[in-house]
């Protein structure tokens, strides 16, 4: 085993899209020997112990620690309780208190009767998510190292880092009138269209405290990114050439260090096979032609509207495509705990009568949880329709699976213009203009629609034609860069072993 007298305290927010590139980045901290101790909500404690195997706990190198915050507070749901740590003054210091203890206690001689947990020496950071900047506060009064691991991608990251000066300047957050501007001095970036921005810069209440947010990046002492050099460099390179070294900048060092994803899912090039497959979506695509299946899922969050579920089925029909549909009821709501795998049929009722025996053997409606990373190394998926998170962006470029682009919420208007426009990896699926009504409503961004003509020629174009098969190749050449990037001597893995080294110098 390694020198393990470095410790760090991991705190990941409780989203299930942030917290399982958080859990993969503690497992190989705790592989390099570093002592590693995550602390999070009561709740979220008891979810991230079903994710954590017996191999983190015995595996070479250090186990995983998990320590709930005794916030006496698990019957709150993920968003109630991260809405009353941001909002309430009084419950973030409560919270910034309790992982005061959290800390001091695992560092003590009696650990293992106040936490039980074998002793550790006191940590040389708190390593927090964009969504946990309160636990600034905790190191700031420990007076130890703050390290902010970004989980998206860096072009969001250097957005987020001028976000105070688009402020100061009246740029943002993005107004109606200003909605059709392009920005062009975000450090990296290409030019953006307002439009083109979170959703958090054009909702002014939200963009005030995201905004917050944003300031504790700013005072990180090392930021890490789950990205790759080769799929980012111009990003990366404005980042540590233009902005590290500003007088708001505190941060010395960015260290990109993914894709954080398991080794396996990188570096083999087929699907990971069960003794006794027993995963329906599994078993369907073991039917399926190669290359012949698309897959369509937009993550835990994004909902379509009841007539754009059925518009999408119908261009699904139309197309002839043999498609993985996980679909989601309009009125369905984020749970982490998905992954019971449980399933419901209610989604029929919003499908277009007789659709299911229509496509019967080549379109498969799922609305169960759907092992995602297993079905993009299928051999017989070629296309994903996708919302464009990050982490499905990381996924299906590892798999060399290339994308449809439908952004809905968060950064994913973003990230498609990065797909679509920058690497070029992806095509487009563009919405129908909007009405003169939806340009004067409430909303800076309406809600797109897209029609079921052009999702029949988007998905063709992406399966069978010329500019399909060019977006396939571009992503088969960054699938053979994801691999490389932790390779022994990748520059992922050279970051990485930089930054272990970095713990170590500052170990306590």
């Given at each position: 085993?390694?020198?393990?007298?470095?410790?760090?305290?991991?705190?990941?927010?409780?989203?299930?899209?942030?917290?399982?590139?958080?859990?993969?980045?503690?497992?190989?901290?705790?592989?390099?020997?570093?002592?590693?101790?995550?602390?999070?909500?009561?709740?979220?404690?008891?979810?991230?112990?079903?994710?954590?195997?017996?191999?983190?706990?015995?595996?070479?190198?250090?186990?995983?620690?998990?320590?709930?915050?005794?916030?006496?507070?698990?019957?709150?749901?993920?968003?109630?309780?991260?809405?009353?740590?941001?909002?309430?003054?009084?419950?973030?210091?409560?919270?910034?208190?309790?992982?005061?203890?959290?800390?001091?206690?695992?560092?003590?001689?009696?650990?293992?009767?106040?936490?039980?947990?074998?002793?550790?020496?006191?940590?040389?950071?708190?390593?927090?998510?964009?969504?946990?900047?309160?636990?600034?506060?905790?190191?700031?009064?420990?007076?130890?190292?703050?390290?902010?691991?970004?989980?998206?991608?860096?072009?969001?990251?250097?957005?987020?880092?001028?976000?105070?000066?688009?402020?100061?300047?009246?740029?943002?957050?993005?107004?109606?009138?200003?909605?059709?501007?392009?920005?062009?001095?975000?450090?990296?970036?290409?030019?953006?269209?307002?439009?083109?921005?979170?959703?958090?810069?054009?909702?002014?209440?939200?963009?005030?405290?995201?905004?917050?947010?944003?300031?504790?990046?700013?005072?990180?002492?090392?930021?890490?990114?789950?990205?790759?050099?080769?799929?980012?460099?111009?990003?990366?390179?404005?980042?540590?050439?233009?902005?590290?070294?500003?007088?708001?900048?505190?941060?010395?060092?960015?260290?990109?260090?993914?894709?954080?994803?398991?080794?396996?899912?990188?570096?083999?090039?087929?699907?990971?096979?069960?003794?006794?497959?027993?995963?329906?979506?599994?078993?369907?695509?073991?039917?399926?032609?190669?290359?012949?299946?698309?897959?369509?899922?937009?993550?835990?969050?994004?909902?379509?509207?009841?007539?754009?579920?059925?518009?999408?089925?119908?261009?699904?029909?139309?197309?002839?495509?043999?498609?993985?549909?996980?679909?989601?009821?309009?009125?369905?709501?984020?749970?982490?705990?998905?992954?019971?795998?449980?399933?419901?049929?209610?989604?029929?009722?919003?499908?277009?009568?007789?659709?299911?025996?229509?496509?019967?053997?080549?379109?498969?409606?799922?609305?169960?949880?759907?092992?995602?990373?297993?079905?993009?190394?299928?051999?017989?998926?070629?296309?994903?329709?996708?919302?464009?998170?990050?982490?499905?962006?990381?996924?299906?470029?590892?798999?060399?699976?290339?994308?449809?682009?439908?952004p809905m919420i968060a950064e994913q208007h973003l990230n498609r213009?990065?797909?679509?426009?920058?690497?070029?990896?992806?095509?487009?699926?563009?919405?129908?203009?909007?009405?003169?009504?939806?340009?004067?409503?409430?909303?800076?961004?309406?809600?797109?629609?897209?029609?079921?003509?052009?999702?029949?020629?988007?998905?063709?174009?992406?399966?069978?034609?010329?500019?399909?098969?060019?977006?396939?190749?571009?992503?088969?050449?960054?699938?053979?860069?994801?691999?490389?990037?932790?390779?022994?001597?990748?520059?992922?893995?050279?970051?990485?072993?930089?930054?272990?080294?970095?713990?170590?110098?500052?170990?306590?």
């Open positions: 085993m390694m020198d393990a007298t470095a410790h760090v305290v991991v705190v990941p927010s409780t989203s299930s899209g942030h917290a399982i590139p958080f859990l993969q980045f503690a497992r190989r901290l705790a592989a390099a020997g570093i002592v590693t101790t995550v602390v999070t909500s009561d709740r979220h404690v008891l979810e991230l112990e079903k994710l954590v195997g017996s191999a983190d706990r015995t595996a070479q190198g250090e186990p995983l620690r998990l320590l709930g915050l005794r916030d006496k507070q698990a019957h709150l749901s993920h968003e109630e309780w991260t809405r009353q740590v941001r909002e309430v003054p009084e419950v973030r210091e409560a919270v910034i208190r309790l992982l005061q203890e959290a800390v001091t206690d695992v560092a003590s001689l009696q650990s293992r009767q106040l936490r039980g947990v074998p002793p550790a020496a006191p940590p040389a950071c708190v390593v927090h998510d964009m969504f946990a900047p309160w636990a600034q506060g905790a190191a700031v009064k420990l007076h130890i190292g703050k390290h902010l691991f970004y989980v998206s991608s860096a072009s969001l990251l250097s957005l987020a880092l001028q976000s105070n000066r688009l402020f100061r300047e009246g740029r943002t957050p993005i107004t109606r009138e200003t909605r059709d501007v392009v920005f062009s001095d975000i450090p990296g970036l290409p030019p953006i269209s307002a439009l083109d921005f979170p959703h958090t810069y054009l909702m002014a209440p939200v963009y005030d405290w995201f905004r917050k947010y944003h300031l504790t990046f700013q005072n990180a002492d090392v930021i890490l990114v789950n990205t790759f050099y080769d799929l980012e460099k111009p990003v990366l390179d404005a980042l540590r050439n233009q902005v590290l070294g500003a007088s708001d900048i505190q941060a010395g060092s960015i260290f990109e260090i993914g894709p954080l994803l398991p080794d396996s899912y990188v570096n083999d090039d087929t699907m990971e096979q069960e003794a006794e497959e027993r995963d329906p979506c599994i078993l369907w695509l073991n039917k399926q032609a190669p290359q012949s299946v698309l897959y369509v899922s937009f993550g835990s969050w994004a909902i379509l509207s009841a007539p754009q579920l059925l518009e999408l089925a119908l261009g699904l029909e139309a197309s002839g495509c043999s498609f993985l549909w996980v679909v989601r009821p309009p009125n369905a709501t984020d749970n982490i705990s998905a992954a019971s795998g449980s399933s419901s049929d209610s989604v029929v009722e919003y499908l277009p009568p007789g659709f299911e025996e229509r496509v019967k053997g080549r379109g498969m409606c799922y609305s169960g949880w759907a092992p995602q990373m297993r079905i993009l190394k299928h051999s017989a998926v070629s296309g994903f329709l996708s919302h464009c998170g990050w982490n499905s962006i990381l996924e299906t470029l590892s798999a060399g699976v290339p994308v449809l682009a439908w213009r990065f797909l679509v426009d920058v690497v070029k990896v992806a095509i487009d699926l563009e919405a129908n203009a909007y009405t003169k009504e939806e340009l004067e409503g409430d909303e800076v961004r309406p809600v797109c629609f897209v029609s079921k003509q052009e999702i029949e020629k988007k998905v063709r174009i992406l399966m069978y034609d010329a500019e399909g098969h060019f977006v396939r190749q571009n992503t088969k050449n960054l699938r053979v860069k994801a691999r490389e990037a932790n390779a022994p001597g990748g520059p992922s893995r050279r970051n990485f072993e930089t930054y272990v080294r970095h713990l170590r110098d500052n170990a306590h």
